[in-house]
């Protein structure tokens, strides 16, 4: 409507001024919550602190040496603006049009936002939480009530959900307290099994959790003796909204990581929407502190080939266009599959490259449905527990940019999507409406003859994060590889926070400090290949 449109110019006005503004209307807001005190002080709040401070407290490099970094996704941006910090001067090359790898988005003829996926900000992502807060736009989260909600259409309770909901007290009390006041989806003796079956992780903390990558969430579950219902009723949707597989692929160390944050961090599990697209609200404040700070950004700059000297280190980028870019360092910040693809022959070769071939993108969707009318909405993500769809939410209720009292648009993340990336659009809204009059039989029929579909849009990701699968934590590449110059920022790389937002904006950081480091060990000379020809 035009009101919508409005909003949507105002938006992209107060966006473009650089101010943190939010989206015109306050009614999108009315039913958030504040952001959670004492998110930066927690441990991982601390740690996200000491390692922006080591970037911006090191002592300045000589003449400011130019970093060439491929890939304007997350990791890229992390690792351009703790950089850029540190007195370095990053060059930002993107393949495509659009910021933000895979949290871009894109506007319809109608102007409406599609985006890569449904993005959910957890409390505990430190070094994410710092980076809005760095930037000046933490206003810009949506936080909600801190519940995790379910649908009970598999146990024949069609448009019902059960709810966990953490009351205001210390962790691991919260959590607990959560997981034994819901009475729909365990029984005790299934609660009390599923707690005996943790106890080992919340003992054995970090070895423990590392040791368990040995082992599928499924294997873990038979070992612990935890009843086959604890995996129907949470380790599939869990697993599907991790990592977009199913619980018998999933490395039990994923989950264990997710739940060892949210039982010890009071806010771990509290979730935050974006107000609007991430490449607009969240990539562009990060492009314009990397601008201010020296540092530019080029999109439409798709990498052909890394070119080597005689001793095996980069001496350049050659991208499609023939251009061919110097720079005093060069880091990769792309996604693994592209990265394997486009490594040097010789590195091939080299154990610390090779292991990488084990790490390969996860397929999923991610499905935009507008309908002719309002449904009965929750202000929140929902977990569909369907076995076609893993998490969606109305966004017309949840995200200040599509907010609209009239109408729903509903995202959904269409997981595990590897049987049907090759389905028609019509096939997998066909599919998905079945699904959705499973869950709404009051609202939707799946020929249309309820809620109406106005348009809808799917954006297929053949290659997302990388698959968790068992064993694979050996394979992950530190930010600092065996070629001096030549650095990798990414979520797959290794860091403590999975394949993830949050793993990815700290990569960058790690890469930064690897780089820093570098040049106080004077291992860094500005201005030798600082020229593009």
Sequence with gaps: GAAGRGARAACGAAAAAGGAGRAANPAAYANDQPQPGGLYDTAGGVEARELSEACASAPRPEGAPTVAILGAGLAGLSTAKYLSDAGFRPIILEARDVLGGKVAAWQDEDGDWYETGLHIFFGAYPNMMRLFQELGIQDRLQWKEHSMIFSMANQGRPGEFSRFDFPEIPAPFNGLWAILTNNDMLTWPEKIQFGLGL??????????VEEMDKMSVKEWMKKQNVPDRVNDEVFIAM????NFIDPDDLSMQCVLIALNRFLQEKDGSKMAFLDGAPPERLCKPAVAHIEANGGEVRLNSRLQEIELDADGNVSGYIL???ERVEADLYVSAMPVDVLKNLLPQPWKQMQFFSKMDALKGVPVMNLHLWFDRKLSAVNHLLFSRSPTLSVYADMSTTCAEYYNEDKSMLELVFAPAEKWLKNSDEEIIAETMKELERLFPAEIKADGSLAKLEKFKIVRTPQSVYKT????????????????????AGDFTKQRYLAS???????????????????????VKAGQKAMTS
């Design 199 to 208: 106890l080992p992780a919340i003992i054995g903390g970090q070895e423990y």
């Design 501 to 523: 937002m949050e793993g990815a904006v700290l990569s960058g950081k790690l890469c930064a400090n690897e780089i820093v480091k570098a040049g106080v060990a004077g291992e």
């Design 239 to 242: 697993s599907k909204a991790l």
């Design 320 to 322: 499609s266009g023939g």
């Design 469 to 488: 699968l068992p064993n694979l934590e050996p394979c992950r590449p530190t930010q600092k590889t065996p070629i001096k110059n030549f650095f990798l």
